[in-house]
């Protein structure tokens, strides 16, 4: 009782806050530390009620403008991310927005039927979100702490937009101060694990904008591009960049290198690469593109060197440009633009549970059905934070050595997740070798190794038909995730529309639509294919089309061609019943069957043996 009274009194605000907690029925709620220091704020450096926050005020178009003009260069790179972060959540009813460090939505992304529910609660472009004004929300707070946030429901103080979520990270630019804010808002419930999904999502927008506008802004530079996720990762968002001078002093370095190296930026400048990393060969002797290894504090760094946009290479400087012979199972790791239904969203949780849980995923499913691109979603929701995660792909290894030195990466690293692609085709030398990684590992008692395996043919089958090792199918078999394939899809109209506008929209033809013929051939074709056929084919017909529809001349002609025999199939099978109807009510007569069904007796006979033969074939 004395305890309860004297903390309530050392911390009346505390109190204050539970009291509106309570008032919104979270009698218990407890809020995120950064969420209960902005309240704080709220309530005494300014002096907001949470009733009576007034409602956002509202930039008019051409102050939108004038602000966009200013920063022209650093929109034209925040653009298409914004539009890309759109185009990856476009099933989910979220809005994608971009806002200047003021709190500003200058960029604003949303369904045209989902806006007017936004606006209710005063979201809408040009609206300003800064904390001292609204209270704690996504944008404001980010901007506040410099850090990502995610602001749910109650958490917002203001009480009129309690039902909106919030995903924000802040876009660092020189020194780390904040060139904007990135933000996802959704009115919908949404769970603690799909917003930290979404959460990662974002904050990996705001890095690929920085890696993006700082590449711009030191263009004229050489650049070093690093990443410490070893082979394997190869996503811009990961990348760290030191801007370089003639003499390899740095001129200037990316928030993601800073964390990477974890120094400030500022500390950075005027060192020499030289003196920064340990480097098995001179700076001056480096490949322009070819992969390095940089030695910073004990960890070992993957990096590759690029030259200036507009500088030739002389042969006093750094050697000309070969083309880099590709690092180990380096892929491409770059997200891409998917389509997430409730399905694949349940299948996504699914997985995420069962990879944090410790236990090994196989994905499997059709040709092209997206099993790569579903197992690097689960991989970086799971490792993208905080770990490595480092690719194979089993159909271009060449050697046990190869698969020995991809995954010699991993043991720097305290987090790693295995991703193995095409496991079906590995052969039985590697299969061992994976087996002994995996079970060194497990008796060394490793930390945090998440493995992924990607197979067309289910895993039982492989150990089957003698095509894998018994021992690894058992070591491999913990969670299976089967993706269906594209024909079975419950929504296939509504994915094949969304695919549509992702391609149209990728091609720079926003006006480009598909006509009646075209999306009924799309929709009753079968995709054996699946998902990689369907974007490919939809992707020709954008291509293909002149004018402002897509007709069926700009579909591939194969799958045309099946309709259509399809078609005629149906057609001519309805035609023999009618036929048989009539000549049924007819009792046999050709003659009463022919007048019936207003042909000539020679037509109905013609059709008659077209038919029989047709049958006996
Ligand atoms: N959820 C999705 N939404 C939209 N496009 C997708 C989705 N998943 C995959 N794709 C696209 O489908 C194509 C095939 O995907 P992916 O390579 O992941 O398939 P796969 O099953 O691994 O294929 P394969 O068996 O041939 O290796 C890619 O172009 C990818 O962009």
């Known amino acids: 009782m004395w305890e309860t009274e004297l903390r309530g009194f050392a911390d009346p605000l505390s109190s204050e806050i539970s009291n509106i907690l309570r008032s919104r029925g979270e009698a218990d709620g407890r809020l995120p530390d950064v969420v209960e220091q902005s309240w704080k704020r709220c309530l005494t450096d300014y002096n907001l009620l949470p009733d009576a926050v007034p409602k956002a005020a509202v930039l008019s178009h051409s102050e939108i403008q004038m602000l966009m003009e200013q920063r022209e260069e650093f929109m034209r790179i925040a653009e298409p991310e914004v539009e890309r972060l759109f185009r990856r959540l476009v099933d989910s009813e979220y809005l994608v ?46 901007l506040r702490v410099g850090k990502p946030v995610t602001i749910a429901g109650t958490e917002h103080y203001g009480s009129a937009i309690q039902r909106l979520t919030c995903l924000t990270a802040p876009v660092l630019g020189r020194n780390g101060a904040i060139d904007s804010v990135i933000n996802v808002t959704t009115a919908r419930h949404a769970d603690a694990r799909m917003n930290r999904m979404v959460q990662n999502i974002v904050e990996r927008s705001a890095r690929r904008i920085e890696n993006g506008y700082f590449a711009r802004m030191n263009r004229r530079n050489l650049m070093l591009r690093i990443v410490d996720g070893g082979v394997g990762v190869a996503d811009i968002a990961e990348e760290g960049r030191l801007a370089l001078d003639e003499n390899g002093k740095v001129t200037s370095a990316s928030s993601v290198t800073s964390r990477i190296l974890g120094q400030d930026a500022g500390k950075l400048a005027g060192r020499s690469v030289e003196e920064l990393f340990e480097m098995d060969q001179s700076i001056f002797d480096v490949r322009p593109g070819a992969p390095i290894t940089l030695h910073y504090h004990g960890r070992s760094l993957q990096a590759a060197l690029c030259l200036p946009e507009s500088r030739q290479p002389t042969r006093n400087s750094l050697v000309p440009a070969r083309p880099a012979t590709p690092a180990l199972g380096m892929v491409d790791l770059a997200e891409e633009a998917l389509r997430i239904n409730p399905i694949l969203s349940q299948s996504l949780d699914r997985a995420q549970r069962l990879l944090s849980a410790g236990l090994p995923l196989a994905i499997t499913g059709e040709p092209g059905s997206g099993k790569t691109a579903f197992a690097k979603a689960v991989a970086r929701c799971c490792f993208g934070e905080d770990g490595q995660i480092v690719f194979i792909d089993c159909a271009s290894l060449q050697s046990r050595d190869d698969l020995a030195a991809l995954l010699q990466h991993r043991i720097s690293a305290q987090r790693t997740c295995l991703l193995v692609d095409r496991i079906d085709e590995m052969d039985g030398e590697h299969q061992t070798a994976l087996l002994a990684v995996l079970e060194n590992d497990r008796q060394a008692g490793a930390n945090g190794i998440g493995v992924i395996v990607i197979s067309a043919q289910d895993l039982e ?11 690894l199918v058992h070591r491999l078999k913990g969670g299976q995730i089967g993706l269906p394939p594209l024909r079975s899809a419950p929504d296939l109209e509504d994915t094949i529309l969304d695919l549509f506008r992702i391609e149209r929209d990728a091609l720079g033809r926003p006006e480009v639509e598909l006509d009646e013929d075209s999306r009924l051939v799309l929709l009753h074709y079968h995709w054996p294919g699946n998902l990689r056929e369907l974007r490919n084919t939809l992707r020709h017909a954008v291509a293909l089309a002149d004018g402002k529809q897509i007709g069926l001349e700009h579909l591939p002609d194969n799958i045309v061609e099946e309709i259509a025999r399809k078609d005629l199939t149906a057609r001519s099978q309805s035609e023999a019943s009618k036929i048989e109807a009539a000549l049924r009510y007819n009792g046999g007569n050709v003659s009463l069957t022919a007048r019936y069904l207003g042909v000539s007796r020679a037509t109905l006979y013609r059709k008659i043996q077209i038919q029989k033969a047709r049958g006996e074939a």
Do not use: K
């Open 97 to 142: 927005s971009l806002a200047s460090p003021q709190g500003a939505m200058v960029l604003f992304r949303c369904d045209y039927q989902y806006l007017s529910e936004l606006a209710e609660s005063g979201v809408i472009p040009g609206s300003i979100w800064a904390e001292d004004q609204q209270g704690t929300n996504g944008v404001g707070t980010c």
């Open 461 to 471: 089958h492989l150990a089957r038909e003698n095509l894998m090792r018994v021992d």
